[in-house]
């Protein structure tokens, strides 16, 4: 496009977004950063003046509710909890524009596109998006996915030049291929992280005390998890509740700990070392040309919030980690071609585990420790329970269930969120340089 065309479509097509919360608000001031003047927006009408003071002068137009934002706008983005798309598309949905394109940032896409089936006229376009991180996390490099549901070319185009100002690495996928990836990369990984918290408090254990658990790659364990438990439970909950392919990826996660588990409690040591071997053959002999995710127990000792002096470390079995690759074999899955969906938490959960498994003394000194080690049989005891614990919560679909674990779980560690957060975007930096660097 020419830039006299561009100036005049970013003066004319109106955006509009509803549900500004905290990635509404990042898209609003992406786009009116970007140069897109006409941008409207609204959330529930009881925070209609609260908004409006918190934007006023910043040209983003706040408007009383969605049916004003959905009249009005040619490209609408409906950013709320997954578990209430249905009912928000269907009380704004009849009010959107003749010829708009609608989008939604829920994570998980069955539930969404559903609703815009249902409740959507059907002179309307249905293309809709997922930033694959976090509203603290730069959009630039990360993966954000499209998904041409209904839509021309010409309005696909429309929208990419829109999305455009993010800097994100576009990924063009269906919603059943965006549900079935991201089950992977984002419910598997954030039940494992989960379940790593449930077990410290059960153990009523801060990790960052813990010999086990300081240090090198327990780093990422340790902060990883304090990044999910002090975010919004609706995110976690949604995305794995309302996937209908994560059940049966959270299911084999579970299973794959209990069986792993059940063969070091007998020390079955032949029959766990040719499980593991044949796992990590699996995943990692099948990396092909793909350069290493490089994450080094060195590069990560920086990022602690404890301060455990290296001599005094303990082994870890790893379990977490053994599961998650055997995970991975039991259902014959590459993880490595799901790095079109990836977030950072997911990168680091293949980076360790990579690592782990890419370093022959470091596996065997896992194996050693999860067959022989008694001292540490107790954590990884419960740390199945938890994984259990969380893998039956999904199933059941349980959304009251799940707040409720999470919530009582982050109760636990609220008092290092602080820290943990400052140590998490450092590490999420580390990482998203790593990534665009090599990929
Ligand atoms: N946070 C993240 O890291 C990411 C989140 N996502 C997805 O984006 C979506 C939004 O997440 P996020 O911004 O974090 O969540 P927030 O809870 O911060 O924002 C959701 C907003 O939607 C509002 N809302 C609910 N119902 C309505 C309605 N009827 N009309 C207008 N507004 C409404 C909520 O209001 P109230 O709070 O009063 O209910 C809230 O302000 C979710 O589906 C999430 O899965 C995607 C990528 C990353
Ligand atoms: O990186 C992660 O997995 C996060 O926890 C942030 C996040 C949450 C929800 C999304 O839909 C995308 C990113």
Not at 2 to 12: F, N, R, Y
Not at 373 to 395: L, N, P, T, V
Request: glycine share 6%.
């Amino acid at each position: 496009m020419q830039h006299e065309e561009t100036l005049v479509e970013m003066e004319s097509v109106q955006l509009g977004i509803i549900g500004m919360g905290d990635m509404g608000k990042l898209y609003a001031r992406t786009l009116s950063a970007a140069g897109w003047k006409n941008v409207n927006v609204c959330d529930m009408p009881n925070k209609y003046d609260q908004l409006r003071q918190e934007f006023e002068g910043t040209g983003i137009r706040v408007m009383k509710d969605g049916h004003l934002v959905s009249r009005q706008s040619d490209w609408i983005l409906y950013s709320v909890p997954a578990e209430f798309i249905d009912t928000v598309v269907a009380t704004y949905g009849p009010s959107t524009k003749i010829g708009a394109i609608v989008a939604g940032q829920t994570s998980v896409k069955a539930p969404e596109i559903a609703a815009f089936e249902k409740h959507l006229p059907e002179d309307v376009y249905i293309i809709t998006c997922h930033s694959m991180h976090g509203p603290t996390v730069s959009s630039r490099g990360q993966p954000l996915v499209i998904i041409n549901h209904r839509g021309s070319q010409e309005k696909l185009a429309l929208v990419e030049r829109i999305l455009g100002c993010f800097e994100s690495e576009i990924a063009h996928l269906s919603y059943k291929e965006h549900d079935r990836i991201t089950a992977d990369t984002q419910a598997v990984t954030h039940m494992a992280f989960l379940s790593m918290g449930t077990t410290w408090k059960h153990q009523d254990s801060f990790p960052w005390f813990d010999p086990t658990y300081t240090g090198g790659i327990e780093n990422v364990k340790v902060n990883m998890t304090m990044r999910i438990l002090s975010n919004k439970w609706h995110v976690y909950a949604g995305l794995a509740i309302l996937n209908p392919s994560a059940k049966a990826q959270v299911r084999q996660y579970s299973l794959s700990v209990a069986a792993l588990f059940k063969l070091m409690i007998q020390e079955k040591e032949a029959e766990f070392v040719a499980r593991i071997r044949a796992a990590g053959e699996f995943v990692f002999g099948n990396r092909g040309n793909r350069e290493q995710i490089l994450l080094s127990d060195n590069l990560l000792d920086q990022y602690s919030l404890g301060s455990v002096p290296k001599e005094k470390r303990k082994p870890n079995s790893h379990l977490s980690l053994l599961a998650m690759v055997d995970c991975w074999y039991q259902l014959k899955m590459n993880p490595y071609s799901h790095m079109v969906c990836q977030t950072p938490l997911f990168r680091f959960w293949l980076g360790i585990s990579e690592y782990l498994f890419l370093n022959e003394d470091y596996l065997q000194d896992a194996i050693q420790a999860a067959l022989y080690d008694k001292e540490i049989r107790e954590d990884d005891m419960e740390f199945m329970m938890s994984a259990r614990g969380w893998q039956e919560c999904i199933a059941l679909g349980n959304m009251e269930g799940y707040r409720m674990r999470f919530e009582d779980t982050a109760q636990f560690f609220k008092n290092r969120f602080g820290e943990a957060a400052v140590i998490g975007k450092q590490m999420i930096e580390m990482i998203t340089r790593k990534t665009t660097t090599t990929s």
